[in-house]
């Protein structure tokens, strides 16, 4: 079983920066991928950024690389996706995601407002 619970969303102005972290509880969390995926409420679950379980390979959309960094720390068992330049369309719910045995888990997700 795999628990995950994301934080760190909130309201920001453009240009701004946020850094949200997921903790994962489980015992798989060190030799899983982890994953940030984003929703706008009437749109599809899109991808943003992933990370291999050493952290030493990651992936991101087109329209977030350079600004977007994901990392993770597998002592405290958490993945983070710092997010630099904010833009309006950034705006979303934000999900951690990882698969272990073919499952996909997904935390709540957190809230991200961009203003203009």
């Known amino acids: 079983q795999v628990q995950l619970v994301e934080s760190g969303g909130g309201l920001v102005q453009a240009g701004g920066s946020l850094r949200l972290p997921c903790a994962a509880s489980g015992r798989t969390f060190s030799s899983s991928a982890m994953a940030w995926l984003r929703q706008v409420p009437g749109k599809e679950r899109e991808f943003v950024a992933s990370?291999?379980?050493?952290?030493?390979?990651?992936y991101y959309a087109a329209s977030v690389k350079g600004r977007f960094t994901i990392s993770r720390d597998n002592g405290k068992n958490t993945v983070f996706l710092q997010m630099n330049s904010l833009k309006p369309e950034d705006t979303a719910v934000y999900y951690c995601?990882?698969?272990?045995?073919?499952?996909?888990?997904w935390g709540k997700g957190t809230p991200v407002t961009v203003s203009f």
């Open positions: 995601n990882t698969r272990v045995d073919g499952m996909d888990y």
């Open positions: 990370i291999s379980w050493s952290g030493r390979t990651t």
